[in-house]
């Protein structure tokens, strides 16, 4: 007597189905495993270029991979994704420290990253505000000019005169949208004041050569 053949073709499924997940689990490398040696051929160059690298793993968006970031301290920073089986660049050796760089942020597990920087001892101050984009690096979507002096003859810059006149000045900001969603004035304030009142954490390198590739390799 033969078995019913829905019932037959369920089991075969399942079997096929067992048969990939053992495979899978005995024959070849995870995800994690994946990206973890991605990673360690970053660190590998870094390490080649400048035993000074700092660097450490960290979650920025939530798509279950962390972030590798690659840190000189007092130089510069870059971070790496890995997305579809490769490693992808977000931040190529940017800059800080200099010409009123304070750094670089993220929130974490939110995919925003933020960059302050000023003119003129501070007289203008703006922050940046980016993301990832479908391909490249980080980019901007909004930010904001905050402008601390009185303008007296309209040239935009603080001279000596113009920052003693604006001792109590409490200062001016312009918002401004980089991305192609259209928004009123209010709405993008209220967006970027958003963006303000987050939690925000320092895009650094904290482990060494040895503790980063001992993480990698676990």
Not at 126 to 136: D, L, N
């Amino acid at each position: 007597m033969t078995a019913n053949k829905p019932i037959m073709i369920a089991i075969l499924i399942l079997a096929l189905i067992v048969l990939v997940i053992v495979g899978f689990a005995t024959g070849g490398p995870s995800p994690e495993d994946l990206y973890k040696e991605a990673y360690v051929q970053v660190v590998e160059q870094y390490h080649a270029e400048n035993d000074e690298y700092k660097f450490d793993l960290v979650d920025t968006d939530a798509d279950g991979v962390p972030e590798l970031v690659a840190d000189l301290p007092g130089f510069h920073v870059s971070l790496f994704t890995y997305e579809d089986g490769a490693v992808r660049c977000l931040m190529d050796h940017w800059p800080y420290g200099a010409m009123g760089n304070a750094g670089y942020s993220y929130v974490p597990e939110e995919g925003i990253y933020c960059n302050t920087n000023s003119d003129m001892a501070g007289a203008i101050r703006y922050t940046y505000f980016m993301s990832k984009h479908e391909e490249g690096e980080l980019a901007t979507d909004y930010w904001v000019e905050a402008i601390n002096f009185i303008d007296l003859d309209g040239d935009g810059i603080a001279s000596e005169e113009e920052l003693e006149a604006s001792e109590d000045f409490e200062g001016t900001l312009e918002y401004y949208n980089e991305t192609d969603v259209e928004m009123s004035e209010s709405e993008l304030k209220e967006t970027i004041d958003g963006y303000f009142g987050c939690d925000w954490e320092e895009l650094v390198g904290i482990l060494g050569y040895d503790s980063i590739m001992k993480k990698l390799n676990s």
